[in-house]
């Protein structure tokens, strides 16, 4: 006998339903039918909440310095060795006291202009189903790369002077000097420079990958302990101390944090300002998928009378204005609250 019940509905899981229609499963979340219900991302997240952040520094052994950063599904090993840098290997390089050495000159980066910090970025096989083995390095490893070269650079992060090797040459006046004789100073030389190859490899990607990378940066620099190293006159040869406690940490000037967040659109491809809109902190991969408009800020909130802006970067739409970009201060403000707990600032 047949069976006289209603039809059955055809229906799909969430999953399927985000990968058919993924603007309106987002905007859907974000726009509830009812007031009584929250907006909410898909992710659960409400759009100003970030993903909790897991940080570990030390796990790379043969590294001066390590860290992992674990924000969400994205994963991030910073591994930084140093290799020395002999100053008599640079063409033209001149350390005095003199107002014409380049080093006296306002504004000059001594690490910069000898390439001493050297960041590399490798999305490895399997971080993310966009990258598969055996391709070209991407062009988001290489932005990326170049986004962290120029923001260790911009932000004074790192003081030059840890950089430097010096050497005290002996007084070799003394001998022939008369009693009456006045003694002179013997001016110390930098023999040679610490570079620093600062390598980011992801684990697994989902989102939001500058963040990341720039939290392990901040996190393996901190880490760092460069050994004890002196000029040895007779080998003419840069040595190094093996006691750990003769080794040093650097002294890095802030703790600059970057936080990115994305616009999404009420409608798809709609120029011009449409009011209609939610700013994502922290997206994930599948926000940033439907998601023209990025906003990375650079923040330092050491100094607890002000907040020190150190860079604003914004790619794509013309929503984020004046009001807007206040707001978005202000989260980086709430995110440098919480990383710096866990920098151990």
């Known amino acids: 006998m047949a069976s006289?019940?209603?039809?059955?509905?055809?229906?799909?899981?969430r999953e399927t339903f985000a990968k058919l229609s993924p603007h309106p499963y987002l905007l859907a979340h974000l726009q509830p039918s009812s007031s009584s219900i929250p907006s909410t991302r898909a992710n659960g997240r409400t759009p100003t909440q970030f993903r909790t952040p897991h940080i570990n520094n030390g796990s790379l052994t043969h590294a001066e310095?390590?860290?992992?950063v674990r924000i969400g599904d994205t994963t991030v090993v910073c591994g930084i060795r140093g290799e020395i840098l002999l100053a008599s290997n640079v063409a033209g390089y001149r350390v005095d006291k003199l107002s014409s050495a380049p080093s006296s000159q306002p504004g000059y980066n001594e690490a910069k202009e000898l390439d001493l910090l050297v960041p590399n970025i490798?999305?490895?096989?399997?971080?993310?189903?966009?990258f598969m083995p055996g391709q070209p390095p991407s062009t988001l490893a290489q932005s990326l790369s170049t986004r962290i070269y120029s923001l260790l650079h911009s932000s004074g992060l790192i003081d030059g002077e840890d950089l430097r090797i010096w050497y005290q040459p002996p007084d070799l006046s003394d001998q022939d000097r008369m009693d009456e004789d006045e003694p002179e100073d013997v001016e110390p030389e930098v023999k040679a420079f610490w570079t620093l190859y600062i390598d980011i490899l992801f684990i697994s990607l989902d989102g939001n990958p500058f963040d990341a990378a720039w939290a392990a940066v901040v996190s393996a620099l901190k880490d760092v302990r460069l050994p004890k190293a002196y000029w040895d006159a007779d080998r003419e040869m840069i040595l190094c101390e093996d006691a750990v406690s003769d080794s040093k940490k650097l002294q890095l000037r802030g703790l600059p944090i970057a936080v990115t967040?994305?616009?999404?659109?009420?409608?798809?491809?709609?120029?011009?300002?449409?009011k209609k809109h939610w700013i994502l902190v922290d997206p994930d991969t599948f926000e940033e998928g439907l998601c023209d408009e990025?906003?990375?800020v650079v923040v330092d909130c050491g100094n607890r009378k002000k907040t020190k802006l150190l860079g604003i970067s914004k790619s794509g739409g013309m929503l984020i204005g004046r009001d807007e970009m206040g707001e978005l201060v202000s989260l980086?403000?709430?995110?440098w609250a919480e990383l710096s707990k866990l920098l151990g600032r």
């Open 65 to 68: 310095g390590s860290a992992v």
């Open 332 to 335: 980086a403000e709430k995110r």
């Open 122 to 130: 490798e999305l490895a096989t399997g971080c993310s189903p966009a």
């Open 4 to 13: 006289t019940g209603p039809p059955s509905t055809l229906s799909f899981p």
């Open 294 to 296: 990025t906003v990375t």
């Open 261 to 274: 967040t994305v616009v999404f659109r009420a409608k798809e491809q709609v120029q011009g300002r449409d």
